[in-house]
């Protein structure tokens, strides 16, 4: 997994204003069509008495195919839908669904105001929500004794590796998450600083991303 592999960690709302005009976007992360689905039509029955409800989604895992589906509902062919696609597109998501509802303000906005005002709501719902990139990571478990502490802390904060867990003991015992790219490198920084008396346990590899700078673990990988 890499910087392409992004999606919405929590998702969020907001609202444009054209021409009196409303246009609402909601978004949710999303892991399969059904629930993509779902999520429009409560939307649906949410707004029952708006003009247009248009979605636009993207369900893949960052696969190489995702899945991607879109509608005008209504409105002319690829003002609405389409534009909103491109704003996921243009973002590298997957997993996500937005809905960006109308209410029409009684002044006719065109091709061009349409696809603008659109895109826009797309823009200002993705603000509104947290996104995250998904990467591969492996828990690593470092037990060393009190005089080669510093220099792993040294050589964790210099990688910006995440600290999970420690314990203080007889020993330290650290749990700590590497990015699985920097896995043998860091392995072998720790193990040249501490002329190899540091303890190296490679435990679960999993799926986790940074949410205000701190680690989340969403699953294994």
């Known amino acids: 997994m890499d910087s392409k592999n992004r999606t919405v960690y929590e998702g969020g709302q907001a609202e444009i204003t054209e021409k009196r005009s409303r246009f609402i976007a909601t978004v949710k992360p999303v892991k399969t069509e059904e629930e993509a689905l779902e999520f429009i039509e409560s939307l649906k029955k949410q707004y029952w008495d708006a003009a247009h409800n248009c979605f636009a989604y ?18 002319p062919q690829g003002t609405a839908g389409r534009p909103m696609l491109a704003v996921l597109e ?8 937005v809905v960006v509802t ?11 105001g349409l696809v603008r005002a659109y ?12 996104m995250i990139t998904r990467r591969r990571g492996v828990k690593l478990r470092i037990k060393v004794d009190y005089t080669g502490l510093g220099k792993i802390q040294y050589l ?5 590796i995440k600290t999970l867990e420690s314990r203080y ?29 540091a303890q190296l346990t490679e435990e679960a590899t999993c799926v986790f991303a940074l949410v205000d700078q701190e680690p989340v673990i969403l699953g294994p990988a």
């Open 58 to 75: 993207i369900i893949g895992n960052g696969s190489k195919m995702p899945l991607k589906r879109c509608s005008d509902d209504g409105e």
């Open 102 to 112: 109308r209410y029409f303000g009684g002044v006719l906005l065109g091709t061009g």
């Open 156 to 160: 964790l904060a210099k990688r910006e």
């Open 169 to 197: 003991t007889e020993a330290v015992e650290l749990t700590v998450l590497v990015p699985e790219k920097e896995l043998a490198a860091a392995e072998q920084e720790i193990t040249e600083a501490t002329s190899a008396a």
């Open 119 to 130: 895109s826009e709501a797309v823009r200002a719902g993705l603000d509104a929500s947290v």
């Open 90 to 97: 243009g973002e590298s998501l997957s997993d996500v669904c």
